[in-house]
């Protein structure tokens, strides 16, 4: 019975988030997901280096690790897309 009451009333066991502390996870999130990007690049930019200056011998590892840098990337543009497309959307609302 606990549990259809938790349903009916969900404000009880869920912590109400003011619009300042939602706006600083949002933030928090997206500077993270960016350093893991920018992480990601330099990795990619350090194995391509190592090859190319013959201090690496592993083609297929320098391959993993550019590819993962560029589906980093195409993923990051993709939701960035789509915020926009959002913030578009919610402009363009009659209030």
């Known amino acids: 019975m606990s549990s ?14 003011t619009p300042y502390e939602a706006q600083e996870d949002f933030k928090s999130y997206l500077k993270g997901a960016l350093d893991t990007l ?17 201090n690496m011998d592993n ?9 993962k840098a560029s589906v980093t990337m195409q993923t990051t543009l993709e939701i960035r897309n789509k915020v926009v497309e959002a913030y578009q959307e919610i402009m363009r609302m009659q209030v």
């Open 4 to 17: 259809l009451q938790n349903i009916s009333n969900p404000t009880s066991s869920v912590a109400k988030v």
């Open 59 to 67: 083609l297929h590892q320098v391959m993993i690790t550019a590819e």
């Open 38 to 54: 920018s992480e990601t690049q330099a990795q990619s930019n350090q194995a391509t280096q190592g090859l190319m200056n013959g």
